[in-house]
Every structure is written in structure tokens, then in C-alpha cells.
């Protein structure tokens, strides 16, 4: 693994491999842009252009897990080996979902799913909400803009605390 780090460092250069590096962190389910921007302070990346960056790398996945995450947990839900697995994926993002909806109702589900998104938190983010959304069959077209205001909002929270650590 570290041969294939330097490898990449011969050929992209140290700065593009650390920025692929935040790209790479913020498409990880809970890490996410949460972790990718602290990640780039540390190794002293200005800070607009890693936020942007991580804020494009949470984005990625957005669509995939939308789209696919509900089907293939549904169709995993009765297997023998994953079955519990995607029944507790299912019911988690269901409570959490419903959650949202208990306190938005529906006109204000765009801001409730938003700040669920936003607030940095364990089991918030970007994944466990548009996996609600797609479970409660809210719109793409919102979950989506709920998807980006929420990840402005965590991204401003974390350079804000990363820039005060670093």
C-alpha cells in the first residue's frame, strides 16, 4: 500500500494526491466531507478549495444511494447471511426518515432533511438521509438540494472548527 502511495506521488505530484485524498475520504459512508475537511487542514490544504473539493466528493455518491441502496437492501432483506443486516439498514434509515417528517411535516421536509444532513453528527450525513429520503420516497430533485444545503452547512461547520484546531 505505501509502494502504491508513492507510486501515485511520482505521477500525480504530492498536492493533487492530497486533494484526491479529501475527494476519496468524503465519498466514505460516515467519514464523509465530516472527515475529509479536518483531514485537509492537516495537510495544510487551503481551505476553499478542499471544502469544495469535499463538498463534490459527498456529492458522488448521492444518486448511486438514492437510486440503488433501497432496491438492494430490499432485495438483501430476506437472504439467509445479509438479511439482518439489510433489515436493521432498512429500519434505521425508515426511524430516521420518519423522524424528519414527524418534526418537517411535508412542506418543510426540504429544510429538516437539510439541517439532518448538515448537523455533524453520528448516524447524520449525507447516506443515512438520502437513504430516508429514497425509503420515504421523497423526490430526487429534493433529496438532492436537501443533500447540498445539508452538506454547505456541515462543511461550514467543520472548516470552521478545523480552521480553529490546525
Not at 1 to 22: A, N, P, Q, T, W
Not at 79 to 86: D, L, P, S, V
Request: proline share 4%.
Amino acid at each position: 500500500m505505501v509502494e502504491y502511495i508513492h507510486y501515485l506521488r511520482k505521477i500525480i505530484g504530492d498536492l493533487m494526491l492530497k486533494y484526491f485524498l479529501v475527494l476519496l475520504i468524503s465519498m466514505v459512508p460516515v467519514i464523509e466531507l465530516r472527515g475529509a475537511i479536518p483531514y485537509s487542514q492537516a495537510m495544510g490544504l487551503p481551505i476553499l478549495s478542499s471544502y469544495i473539493i469535499a463538498l463534490i466528493g459527498n456529492l458522488i455518491p448521492v444518486p448511486f444511494v438514492y437510486f440503488l441502496a433501497k432496491k438492494i437492501l430490499i432485495w438483501g432483506e430476506h437472504k439467509r447471511y445479509i438479511g439482518k443486516f439489510c433489515k436493521k439498514i432498512l429500519l434505521k434509515g425508515h426511524k430516521a426518515g420518519e423522524k424528519i417528517l414527524k418534526k418537517s411535516g411535508k412542506r418543510g421536509i426540504l429544510i429538516a432533511l437539510a439541517i439532518f444532513i448538515g448537523i455533524p453528527f453520528p448516524g447524520t450525513g449525507a447516506y443515512t438521509g438520502i437513504l430516508a429520503a429514497s425509503i420515504l420516497d421523497i423526490d430526487f430533485k429534493t433529496s438532492l438540494l436537501a443533500a447540498i444545503l445539508g452538506l454547505i452547512l456541515s462543511g461550514i461547520i467543520m472548516a470552521t472548527i478545523s480552521l480553529n484546531i490546525f
